[in-house]
């Protein structure tokens, strides 16, 4: 009996020690928290503080935040997996990107194509933002001795003599690099692959000719580039929102009306603006952020 009993103490003993031990290893997550993360890119972060702004003063519920979490596999991966519970994308992203969709491509089909799928996995997009942001084909605005280019499609007869710069997520998307080369029988003499902040610096002093950017980049109308059309119609339409898991909207009191606050409260300007505020004038995000809110009446 006194044997049993020791090795009835002894087990539970070694069950204390190996909890202990399995929740030094578990990630620690403040109480009543909620993760916000972002995409490796100026814009993505500026959106993750926006959410992350309001839930804190509207949910009243501690904001842990990831900016940047990674491209966007990685936050899709991140929520998913609930290593994070929200971050901001955008509708075209996910379904060329992420779902490997190509068609049909108008604003409705393309969020409806999405909310379904993401549904499946218990991942909620909420209500668009109000803007898009769409991958741009930008140029230097052309001199005197220059051709005037204003259409992806007229891009075709004179890129064998040009050298292109994009992100690194560009080369490998469906809504990327092989897709335009295709669709527009594109041949470049050259590419650059880079960071998605480093592209209007490097086509700004003429290591590239070409670039693919942001639409709503404040860089872009700052430093005089000229957006090619996409004639073609390619590229998806890319409205902004964000993607939530369902538990964590079910989960946190007062999480869901705080993000739909944000629901068609910005256009581009208000975008390409705050983004201009970061990119350009160095500009703390976090100050830009709540300006926005306030200029919106989502803050006192």
Request: proline share 5%; net charge neutral; aromatic share 8%.
């Amino acid at each position: 009996m006194i044997r049993a009993e020791r090795v009835s103490g002894a087990v539970a003993a070694l069950l204390i020690a190996v909890t202990i031990a399995w929740s030094g290893c578990a990630p620690a997550r403040p109480a009543k928290s909620v993760v916000v993360g972002s995409k490796d890119f100026s814009e993505s972060m500026l959106l993750g503080e926006l959410v992350a702004q309001i839930i804190e003063a509207r949910a009243g519920v501690r904001v842990e935040r990831k900016f940047p979490f990674g491209d966007s596999q990685a936050c899709d991966d991140g929520v998913r997996s609930g290593r994070i519970d929200l971050y901001p994308e955008y509708t075209g992203t996910a379904f060329a990107a992420i779902l490997k969709k190509t068609k049909p491509l108008t604003r409705e089909s393309v969020r409806g194509e999405v909310e379904r799928e993401y549904a499946k996995d218990g991942l909620v997009w909420m209500p668009d933002l109000g803007f898009q942001n769409t991958f741009a084909v930008i140029m230097r605005s052309p001199t005197a001795d220059q051709p005037k280019i204003t259409t992806v499609s007229a891009l075709g007869a004179v890129s064998p003599e040009l050298t292109i710069g994009f992100g690194h997520e560009f080369e490998f998307r469906q809504d990327g690099f092989e897709g335009l080369k295709s669709v527009y029988g594109l041949n470049f003499k050259s590419i650059e692959r880079m960071g998605v902040d480093e592209v209007y610096d490097r086509l700004g002093d003429g290591r590239v000719d070409v670039a693919v950017g942001n639409s709503t980049d404040g860089r872009i109308p700052k430093r005089g580039f000229v957006i090619l059309e996409d004639d073609r119609r390619f590229f998806p339409p890319y409205y902004a929102a964000y993607v939530v898991r369902s538990a964590a909207l079910d989960g946190t009191t007062g999480l869901r009306p705080a993000i739909q606050a944000l629901s068609g409260t910005l256009d581009a300007a208000d975008i390409q603006r705050a983004n201009a505020q970061i990119d350009i004038d160095k500009r703390d995000r976090g100050e830009v952020v709540k300006e926005l809110l306030r200029s919106k009446g989502l803050l006192p």
